[in-house]
């Protein structure tokens, strides 16, 4: 630890930043996967799947309302205007309020229609309208913070905001009445973020002396605009699946596939962490030309990912009866293609970061585009027949095809020299096979122990190679 701490000290300033973000998205994701199994205890079925709906209504329409100013345009001005970056921080703030005001103003007008349509009571969409202001600025703060590469704040704010929204959660649904431990969750988790919001709503309005330039609010138009399209399609891949069940089964139902998708987001730590160090390696690879190395470590990397994945679709009872309670035990069914889906997204950006250092990206948001309309297609088809367990195969199948058409992209261009399309053909199709198999074996524990033992001990005999692959990119 302490040559650990001395190498950190001499590190420079984007290593520290690099390394204190890592660990505090660690923290992050553990409180997270810690609050899950609390929640779904105290909490029913119904007011669980009310909580869910709701960040997933307002997920998506924080995309609209916003723009998602925190993303796309951001790291661009804080480049072009790096002399009136405080100007620049509080023009998009300042775009984001009238955005949220006429989103305001509208849902007042319609505020019972909304309210039946999005199946949330007034007062939550009130909240919500508080979380695009404030929480978007805390946003833009925390992205300047990250760009300067001043972490100690930031890594602060991040769990101890964490921290305070779990606590105070708790106990507000603990002593709430249990038809309102939904809107307690809710105004307890989005209340400590509003209020941390508003203190850096604060910050960057006076720091820029409450000046917001024009040119600076229609360059952020400008380049945000166009990008909205895709935006919704990276959404409505990733979360409108729960609001479907909503909509075409029940709260309920949502609540069980909200926890199951719960393992996606733990695989996912893994494969985020992987490729932060995988992507500068690639482009350092391509960079020198050496195409060779490209194509041999990524075929690696995905196959020891897969394995993962599978390994997980294995262990799937298990983690969902940490998970929650009995009651949400149909949800194990749905984990397999949730895991299966979290591979290809893997899949999918290995082959976006060949397009990106090669400059091919105008088709990037036609192929996620094509994608989300299929799943959402799907969704309607299959949900009402076959139920929650249907949006996880939907959502796999359209993370499949979009692989499928980075994969065309990349090889129309001429660039599938870096990448082993053959051999990660194959692996897919051995993931997606095994992993719909694993969940005829649940019934049987002895057989399914087995295949963890050969998976585990596959992964020992294979350990040199396995260690040598990462050492090589981390």
Known sequence: MIKIYKKFKVASPAVKASIVYLFANLILKGISLISGPIFTRIMSLEQYGIVNTFMSWQNLIIVIVTLNLTQGVFNNGMLEFKENRDEFQFSLITVVTLLACIYGFFTIIFIDRISTFLELSPKLIFVMFMHFVFVTSYHIWNGRQRYEYKYKTVAVVMVLSAVLSLALGVTAVLFSRSDQAANARIYMME????????????????????????KYCI??????????????????LSGSDRIMISKLINMSATAIYSVAYTMASVINIFWQSTEAALSPWIYDKLEQGDTTAVKKITIKIIGLFGCLC?????????????????????????????AVG????????????IELFYKKTVFSAIATGTAALINIILNYIFIPQYGFVAAGYTTMFSYALLSLLHYANVKKCGCEKAIDNKLIFIISCGIVVSSIMVSFLYKFIIVRYSLILL?????????????ATLKKIF
Not at 222 to 234: A, D, V
Not at 343 to 353: D, E, H
Not at 455 to 467: D, E, P, Q, S
Request: aromatic letters at 18%.
């Open 191 to 214: 209340g400590v973020n509003i209020v941390i919001g508003i203190y850096f709503y604060l910050c960057v309005a006076i720091r820029a002396k409450f000046r917001a330039r024009l």
């Open 455 to 467: 998976v585990l001990l596959f992964g020992l005999i294979k350990h040199k190679l396995i260690f």
């Open 310 to 338: 599978l390994l997980c679709t294995l262990f799937a009872p298990e983690i969902m009866k940490i998970l929650a309670p009995d009651e949400y035990s149909e949800g194990v069914y749905a984990m397999p293609s949730i």
């Open 342 to 353: 979290v591979y290809f997204t893997a899949v999918y950006s290995i082959y976006m970061r």
């Open 219 to 236: 360059y952020a138009l400008k380049f945000n605009i166009p990008l909205l399209p895709h935006y919704l399609s990276m959404y409505v």
